[in-house]
């Protein structure tokens, strides 16, 4: 295995001024912890990618920063703590990009080890020492090739005008295949893993090669050691389902989403809950409104009361509401192309590939339109997820 | 040319008001239809026009078919079986006009995968239908369990397996359960039409005037683009699906099997049908383009249906000739060309048809 791959470290304000765009009202303050600021990828008409930060200004969604990517990010990742991000390239890519989730100013490019790419998840360590990504060991074609990549981060935060710098320094196996959404336990010590279950190669494109022995989990392992702690499996004529996203509440419940690779008309579970020790428990839409998510989920998670769930299905063109508590379906909302959510205020804030943002209110079951100018959204494509720090 | 003046008699009706509306400034990237009332007045012509009675032709032939399907029984012969077939072309053919609209009540309870699953690379269809007629269970074929039953054995890929075989006539002689699963297939197909056809009538009509109100939409525009998007995928399944896998590598390499609907010999005949609605969705919505992207579109369309008439209904007959294999050939390029027309035409405005839902993780 090889160590630290192409990576260099930047000083922390290097960038600042220099990449950055600010936004389009110079009366916004950046640096300003009031305000939230919402990071996603996007890609635009001319096929360029993005990383994108903006935040509200009452009915207005304001551009903060803008950086042009290499290549087609999949999630941001956020340490709030120490006001960093991470973009992560979506498969087979293999660049991560770090920076300050306040300045918008870049920190570090860094290459994923030879022989291995990302799937555009990574999670930080609560002590904001390490970072892991969910990564392909592609000259594996045989074997569990998922791997978590182990990034030691030094000179963080906390020692303000240092150097940020990621540093690979392990790996371990994620118990399967086609590893993607990774999360921390709330005990800190433990990461929870969506080994969605498809093997891919780089040389083939997107293709996937082994739908029809597939076998995704749901895999809790020690984040120190590696060591396997739990893995569970959906009942076996849904190992179709692949396991692809994954959101934690504060009672260290997972929400689970999958991306069904079996028969269109086949009732799959799409949307799941699970409690360490427990098996996993399927939640199933209406039969008219199931056989419409077109057997994938793009993107899952709670509400800010870890009760609620927002499942966006933009194959569908719809997000769906769920109440964990009761594990029943609660509405649909049409949002075409929508597949980025996250929690905010009420409700959930929610990104489309048609480059709209919109806010749903859960209680007053309301959806609330942004003013957003021209050069900010127009010919933009948001990519499947959307971060709130 | 009678083609392209339809195209453009449509620019004149519809698009210059509102151009005039905009005072003609409209640049590239911009979307040349910006009033909702206009997107529903175009969605509420293809549903009046386009769709319901697509729908409500698919109702009536189906019941033909099923009467078909009871003459035959009631008299198997080689005529009623000819007849037999012949309604059968006819369910086809409406089903084929409507088999672009994979949005609205089709998708509801898996109707549009009850009444065709197809391609069904992993022989679902077979295996289902083999294993059924081999238990001669009658209890499945109830009106309250059939319709929960492996799709593959519900709609009309079923049918034509048991209706287009060289033994259907002795089968059907020696096989009086053959006559029962038919039966069912065909009043499954007409129940299914006939709930696809009401509740367009009686529900997503009324979505189509009130798209927001009804909370089905986002907005008008948000209804005409599941309706744009139906044209560009029936086309990419024309190319993809309907035609590339049928010609293989090679003239000698040709796969006639690969084909929709190669039992019934109509694998053509079905793009016939598909051609003609898209043609028509299409020239609903030239509105909405730049004119030179209409013209395009018009050609690219023409094109087609000029290879296409002078082909055979049959796949099998068309690759068996090397000639018509080259004319197929063609047809594919001439999808592939249309395609990407109506690609640029929609990347010109600033209607999406997908981002994430196309090319997701």
């Known amino acids: 295995m090889s160590s630290l791959i192409s990576s260099y470290g930047l000083p922390r304000r290097s960038f600042l001024g220099l990449a950055v765009l600010l936004?389009?009202?110079?009366?916004?303050?950046?640096?300003?912890?009031?305000?939230?600021?919402?990071?996603?990828?996007?890609?635009?008409?001319?096929?360029?990618?993005w990383l994108k930060a903006f935040t509200r200004n009452n009915d207005q969604l304001e551009l903060l920063y803008s950086h042009q990517l290499n290549e087609r990010a999949h999630a941001v990742?956020?340490?709030?703590?120490?006001?960093?991000?991470?973009?992560?390239?979506?498969?087979?890519?293999?660049?991560?990009?770090?920076?300050?989730?306040?300045?918008?100013?870049?920190?570090?490019?860094?290459?994923?080890?030879?022989?291995?790419?990302?799937?555009?998840?990574?999670?930080?360590?609560?002590?904001?020492?390490?970072?892991?990504?969910?990564?392909n060991d592609y000259e594996d074609m045989q074997?569990?090739?998922?791997?978590?990549?182990?990034?030691?981060?030094?000179?963080?935060?906390?020692?303000?005008?240092?150097?940020?710098?990621?540093?690979?320094?392990?790996?371990?196996?994620?118990y399967g295949v086609g590893p993607h959404e990774l999360?921390?336990?709330?005990?800190?010590?433990?990461?929870?893993?969506?080994?969605?279950?498809?093997?891919?190669?780089?040389?083939?494109?997107?293709?996937?090669?082994?739908?029809?022995?597939?076998?995704?989990?749901?895999?809790?392992?020690?984040?120190?050691?590696?060591?396997?702690?739990?893995?569970?499996?959906?009942?076996?004529?849904?190992?179709?389902?692949?396991?692809?996203?994954?959101?934690?509440?504060?009672?260290?419940?997972?929400?689970?989403?999958?991306?069904?690779?079996?028969?269109?008309?086949?009732?799959?579970?799409?949307?799941?809950?699970?409690?360490?020790?427990?098996?996993?428990?399927?939640?199933?839409?209406?039969?008219?409104?199931?056989?419409?998510?077109?057997?994938?989920v793009g993107s899952i998670r709670y509400d800010q009361s870890g009760r609620f769930l927002v499942a966006s299905c933009p194959r569908a063109n719809m997000l769906t509401f769920w109440d964990v508590e009761t594990g029943e379906f609660i509405r649909q909302l049409r949002a075409r192309d929508a597949c980025g959510v996250c929690a905010y205020e009420d409700g959930f804030l929610y990104s489309a590939g048609t480059g709209q943002i919109r806010y749903y209110d859960l209680i007053q079951r309301s959806v609330t339109d942004f003013t957003m100018s021209d050069d900010f959204s127009r010919g933009l494509f948001w990519d499947n997820h959307l971060v709130v720090a | 040319m009678m083609v392209m003046n339809k195209y453009l008699s449509n620019i004149a009706t519809l698009a210059l008001p509102i151009l005039a509306l905009t005072g003609g400034q409209l640049a590239y990237g911009q979307n040349l239809i910006t009033r909702d009332e206009d997107w529903t007045a175009i969605n509420l012509t293809v549903t009046d026009e386009l769709v319901i009675p697509v729908y409500q032709n698919m109702?009536?032939?189906?019941?033909?078919?099923?009467?078909?399907?009871?003459?035959?029984?009631?008299?198997?012969?080689?005529?009623?079986?000819?007849?037999?077939?012949?309604?059968?072309?006819?369910?086809?053919?409406?089903?084929?006009?409507?088999?672009?609209?994979?949005?609205?009540?089709?998708?509801?309870?898996?109707?549009?995968?009850?009444?065709q699953y197809w391609p069904d690379d992993r022989g679902t269809s077979a295996r289902q239908l083999n294993a059924l007629i081999a238990s001669q269970d009658e209890t499945v074929l109830a009106s309250d369990v059939f319709p929960r039953q492996s799709v593959g054995v519900q709609g009309l890929p079923a049918l034509e397996r048991i209706l287009f075989d060289e033994n259907t006539l002795s089968d059907f002689q020696n096989s009086s359960y053959?006559?029962?699963?038919?039966?069912?297939?065909?009043?499954?197909?007409?129940?299914?039409?006939?709930?696809?056809?009401?509740?367009?009538v009686e529900e997503y009509r009324a979505i189509i005037l009130d798209p927001v109100e009804s909370g089905f939409y986002e907005g008008a525009e948000d209804l005409s683009i599941d309706f744009l998007k139906a044209l560009q995928e029936a086309i990419?399944?024309?190319?993809?699906?309907?035609?590339?896998?049928?010609?293989?590598?090679s003239f000698a390499g040709a796969r006639n099997r690969a084909?929709?609907?190669?039992?019934?010999?109509?694998?053509?005949?079905?793009?016939?049908?598909?051609?003609?609605?898209?043609?028509?969705?299409?020239?609903?919505?030239?509105?909405?383009?730049?004119?030179?992207?209409?013209?395009?579109?018009?050609?690219?369309?023409?094109?087609?249906?000029?290879?296409?008439?002078?082909?055979?209904?049959?796949?099998?007959?068309?690759?068996?000739?090397?000639?018509?294999?080259?004319?197929?050939?063609?047809?594919?390029?001439?999808?592939?060309?249309?395609?990407?027309?109506?690609?640029?035409?929609?990347?010109?405005?600033?209607?999406?048809?997908?981002?994430?839902?196309?090319?997701?993780?």
Not at chain 1, 24 to 43: E, H, K, M, V, Y
Not at chain 2, 68 to 94: G, K, P, W, Y
Not at chain 2, 183 to 189: F, G, L, Q, S
Request: net charge negative; charged share 20%.
């Open chain 2, 178 to 200: 053959l006559c029962l699963l038919s039966e069912t297939i065909a009043r499954n197909i007409n129940e299914i039409s006939t709930g696809v056809s009401q509740r367009w």
């Open chain 1, 183 to 296: 999360l921390l336990m709330p005990d800190e010590e433990t990461l929870v893993i969506a080994n969605g279950g498809i093997r891919t190669h780089p040389d083939l494109e997107r293709d996937k090669l082994n739908i029809e022995s597939m076998q995704p989990s749901l895999t809790y392992i020690d984040r120190q050691s590696g060591t396997l702690l739990e893995q569970k499996r959906l009942p076996a004529e849904f190992h179709q389902a692949s396991i692809r996203h994954i959101d934690i509440n504060a009672q260290g419940q997972i929400a689970l989403s999958m991306q069904f690779e079996g028969e269109p008309f086949v009732r799959a579970p799409l949307v799941a809950s699970h409690q360490r020790g427990e098996a996993i428990q399927s939640m199933l839409a209406p039969e008219q409104v199931q056989s419409q998510m077109a057997q994938y």
């Open chain 2, 59 to 115: 109702q009536l032939v189906s019941l033909d078919l099923l009467t078909a399907t009871e003459n035959f029984c009631a008299d198997i012969s080689v005529d009623s079986l000819n007849s037999l077939r012949a309604a059968f072309h006819q369910s086809m053919a409406a089903w084929q006009s409507a088999q672009h609209i994979q949005f609205g009540p089709i998708t509801y309870f898996n109707w549009n995968f009850r009444l």
């Open chain 1, 143 to 174: 074997g569990d090739s998922g791997r978590i990549g182990v990034w030691r981060i030094s000179n963080t935060a906390a020692e303000a005008g240092g150097e940020i710098v990621l540093e690979r320094v392990n790996e371990f196996a994620s």
């Open chain 1, 77 to 135: 990742t956020l340490n709030n703590k120490a006001d960093i991000f991470v973009t992560v390239a979506r498969r087979p890519g293999t660049s991560l990009l770090v920076g300050e989730v306040q300045s918008g100013g870049i920190l570090q490019e860094v290459q994923a080890p030879g022989g291995r790419h990302f799937y555009g998840h990574g999670v930080f360590s609560a002590d904001d020492n390490y970072f892991y990504t969910t990564e």
């Open chain 2, 236 to 249: 990419a399944k024309i190319r993809d699906l309907k035609l590339l896998p049928a010609l293989g590598e």
């Open chain 2, 259 to 361: 084909a929709e609907s190669w039992r019934s010999e109509h694998s053509l005949a079905n793009i016939k049908s598909n051609l003609n609605s898209l043609e028509l969705l299409f020239s609903a919505y030239t509105a909405a383009f730049y004119e030179e992207d209409v013209v395009s579109v018009a050609s690219a369309f023409e094109n087609l249906t000029a290879t296409l008439v002078v082909l055979p209904d049959s796949m099998l007959l068309a690759l068996a000739d090397e000639e018509q294999y080259a004319q197929v050939q063609a047809l594919h390029a001439q999808a592939e060309i249309l395609h990407e027309a109506l690609e640029t035409a929609l990347k010109n405005t600033d209607l999406y048809l997908g981002f994430n839902s196309l090319d997701g993780d």
């Open chain 1, 23 to 49: 936004a389009a009202n110079p009366a916004f303050t950046l640096g300003d912890a009031r305000q939230p600021i919402f990071l996603s990828a996007a890609s635009d008409r001319d096929d360029k990618h």
